[in-house]
Antibody, heavy 124, light 108 residues
Framework: QVQLVQSGAEVKKPGASVKVSCKAS????????ISWVRQAPGQGLEWMGW????????NYAQKLQGRVTMTTDTSTTTAYMELRSLRSDDTAVYYC?????????????????WGQGTRVTVSS | EIVLTQSPATLSLSPGERATLSCRAS??????LAWYQQKPGQAPRLLIY???NRATGIPARFSGSGSGTDFTLTISSLEPEDFAVYYC??????????FGQGTRLEIK
């Protein structure tokens, strides 16, 4: 069955960077896009951006532009999200999520499979 | 940016009752709206997409309706496992993809 397995929890100091991985299995990786969504403690869901696993095209939320980079490695069917210059309000659970439609170039849509989440804590 | 406003913030009902959750968009999203369920400590689960299409494996007691700016998620007869937080999400006008702030469905 389709699975997205994320890397483990991270604790970082303000100003540091974090890179979260998302290993996909049981589907054709390059046929779909991957979005990253985060959830601060006790809060709602926030879309961070999207990457095409077909050609690497990206689209990021404006508030994160310049601090976030999303990449994929098709040889290992893994997506990555790097967030730099971390602040305390970046403390959240970070999810990768697959778009439901098998069109990897049309942009983000709805999310049918999700990773288990990676908790990132930013604290001095 | 399209803002999605969900109401009520909290809904208190008993098992067997009918639940009606609302999501209003700040501008038309046509039918490009989804609903998710999230339980504590879990990732969200897609229930409905394109306003009224049930995702794979979702029970028939979940249904969605609406278009334009006003949408509804209905759970026809609540089961104990349905008590959770529900989010709507639009894909009509991006970036960004946006979510509503959530409705907490709690046991009365």
């Amino acid at each position: 069955q389709v699975q997205l397995v994320q890397s483990g929890a991270e604790v970082k100091k303000p100003g540091a960077s974090v890179k979260v991985s998302c290993k996909a299995s049981a589907y054709t990786f390059t046929n779909y896009g991957i979005s990253w969504v985060r959830q601060a403690p006790g809060q709602g869901l926030e879309w961070m951006g999207w990457i095409s696993a077909y050609n690497g095209n990206t689209n990021y939320a404006q508030k994160l532009q310049g601090r976030v980079t999303m990449t994929t490695d098709t040889s290992t069917t893994t997506a990555y999200m790097e967030l730099r210059s971390l602040r305390s309000d970046d403390t959240a659970v970070y999810y990768c999520a697959r778009g439901i439609f098998p069109n990897a170039v049309a942009g983000p849509n709805y999310f049918d499979y999700w990773g288990q989440g990676t908790r990132v804590t930013v604290s001095s | 940016e399209i803002v999605l406003t969900q109401s009520p913030a909290t809904l208190s009902l008993s098992p067997g009752e009918r639940a009606t959750l609302s999501c209003r968009a700040s501008q038309s999203v046509s039918r490009y709206l989804a609903w998710y369920q999230q339980k504590p400590g879990q990732a969200p689960r897609l229930l409905i997409y394109d306003a009224s299409n049930r995702a794979t494996g979702i029970p028939a007691r979940f249904s969605g309706s609406g278009s334009g700016t006003d949408f509804t998620l209905t759970i026809s007869s609540l089961e104990p496992e349905d008590f959770a937080v529900y989010y709507c999400q639009q894909r009509s006008n991006w970036p960004p993809i946006t979510f509503g702030q959530g409705t907490r469905l709690e046991i009365k």
